[in-house]
């Protein structure tokens, strides 16, 4: 049976209840993550494939026991690219380059503002670079969520079409190759499906209002762990700059008890089925009722969101256009709910391509149509919990057993908070003395090195004493030498001179 592990703070087989989720947060923060890896797990979960979740732990230490385990590492990432998510980019390059399995990263992108000035550096490029470059040293090309991120990554010298592409988001591929969007036909106590995030702009939340007027029947879908928290317990708010954003139980959500928190994807795709439309400015929250053939509309507000949906045409506005559409009527007038079934099949056969490109096996190999999965099998037997409703919708009771488990949930993260700070301070002492103990091993090697220099140079002037003293010597007998070659030189010249005057003198005799 071959091994994957995925980035994930759980298997969408895995059933958590709240407060096992609000005790261990399994969702990283936003269960929007939820929908992209579950997509990923349906796709590569084969008969003789098994996928398991690495919790979340970007951990270097771990590399050993990930190669010997495990035959691939799957990494889904939404937008990663970012300021804040720099400390976990350092430690997954860190991890990576430690493998010796293959590495796929299956989606990732950039968060930047709606025109991003992709022009100027961002603080985390040499970040980025590092993490892309031991991602291509363990598999032959990154999947991206759109055309802004390419540009991104071509900008910062990788190759389009080679190191990179674009494969927007796998979740929109969850159940294959088809989008069957229902038809739109709303009347007031319709369901409908609302979200938005502490980050939206007021004019998002002004227009969901307009929206709950007119249609009593809504539910607000958060997806933030601290919402989570808030819709449980009632406290503590949740921190948003927007005035008019759901932030505590005092606010109109809470009050009228409409609201539910999702804790697994089942339940989530489960209750967008029963829904007839769903609007707002998360892009996952609508995404996932695209998946199922809920209409929606997306608000649009930065770059991350801006790509996903140019390249997947999904339904979409600006934040800032509402201001121009009196109620939702007049903004279906303007949006083609269906617009995302049309490049559906042309965008899954290209994701598909990227699997294969990257030697990845998928569910799809013999029949890139198929609608079941392997998964599907293990999920029926699956009893997950229902969407979590506001303290505010329960009777005493139940908001006395609540108050009674969140406190005990609270000492337990108090306990598990201490535990990791614990573990924290022990490592980063251990660090620190396995850095000095690297610092003086390197120090004695210098002062080695030193002292065999120093030995070394007492050795060549010892050299250079003694071959000075031998030129020396030479020196006087090479002028000894030349003071007996002039005398023997002069000596000879005289010799010849008085020759010559002897041989003169005979023949001057004989004439």
């Known amino acids: ?114 025109e991003p000035k992709l022009g100027e550096d961002f603080i985390f490029d040499e970040d980025v670079k590092a993490f892309v470059s031991a991602v291509l040293e363990k598999s032959g090309q990154i999947g991206l969520r759109g055309e802004i ?148 509309i997306s608000f649009v507000q930065d770059a991350r969101m801006r790509e996903l949906a140019a390249y997947h045409q999904l339904p979409h506005v600006t934040a800032e256009a509402l201001t121009s559409f009196n109620n939702l009527e007049d903004l279906l007038e303007k949006i083609d709910i269906h617009s995302a079934e049309k490049v559906q099949a042309a965008n899954f056969d290209n994701y598909l391509d990227f699997l294969d490109y990257n030697e990845i096996d998928h569910i799809y190999k013999a029949d890139k149509n198929r609608k079941d999965a392997p998964m599907d099998f293990f999920l029926k037997d699956v009893k997950f919990s229902k969407g979590i409703v506001p303290i505010t919708a329960c009777s005493k009771e139940e908001i006395f057993q609540r108050l009674a488990q969140v406190t005990e949930i609270v000492k337990e993260k108090a306990s598990i908070k201490v535990y990791l700070e614990i573990n924290k301070r022990e490592q980063q002492i251990r660090t620190l003395k396995q850095n000095v103990s690297n610092e003086q091993q390197k120090l004695q090697v210098a002062e080695q090195k030193i002292i065999t220099t120093e030995a070394k140079n007492v050795e060549q002037d010892k050299q250079l004493e003694l071959s000075a003293q031998k030129l020396a010597k030479t020196t006087t007998e090479l002028q000894q030498k030349k003071r007996e070659a002039d005398y023997y030189k002069r000596t000879t010249e005289r010799k010849a001179a008085r020759m010559a005057l002897k041989v003169a003198d005979v023949f001057a005799k004989k004439n």
């Not at 797990?41 to 270097?60: C, H, I, M």
Request: glycine content about 6%; some cysteine.
């Open 1 to 114: 049976m071959k091994k994957i592990l995925v980035r994930s703070g759980m298997r969408p087989i895995d059933s958590f209840s709240a407060e096992e989720i609000l005790t261990k947060d399994r969702t990283g923060y936003n269960n929007g993550n939820l929908a992209y890896q579950y997509s990923i797990f349906r796709t590569l979960w084969k008969e003789d494939v098994e996928l398991f979740s690495d919790g979340y732990f970007a951990n270097p230490n771990r590399a050993d026991e990930i190669n010997e385990t495990y035959d691939a590492y799957v990494i889904p990432l939404a937008d990663a690219f970012r300021e804040d998510f720099r400390w976990m980019l350092r430690a997954y390059t860190q991890l990576i380059k430690r493998l010796t399995i293959p590495v796929y990263v299956i989606g990732v992108g950039l968060r930047a503002p709606y």
């Open 149 to 296: 991120t390419s540009e991104y990554l071509t900008k910062l010298g990788f190759k389009e079409g080679v190191d990179h592409r674009v494969i927007g988001c796998p979740s929109l591929y969850t159940f294959g190759r088809e989008l069957k969007i229902r038809s739109l036909d709303l009347h007031k106590n319709s369901p409908i499906a609302i979200n938005a995030s502490p980050v939206a702009l007021e004019t998002s939340i002004e227009f969901l209002n307009k929206v709950t007027a007119q249609y009593a029947n809504y539910n607000f879908i958060p997806q933030l762990y601290d919402e989570l928290f808030l819709t449980y317990a009632g406290g503590p708010g949740v921190v948003s700059n927007i005035s008019n954003y759901p932030t505590s139980i005092a606010s109109k959500y809470y009050q009228e008890g409409k609201v539910k928190y999702f804790t697994s994807m089942q339940a989530w795709l489960d209750e967008m089925r029963g829904t007839s439309f769903s609007i707002g400015s998360r892009l996952h929250g609508n995404v996932t009722a695209t998946i199922v053939g809920t209409p929606n």
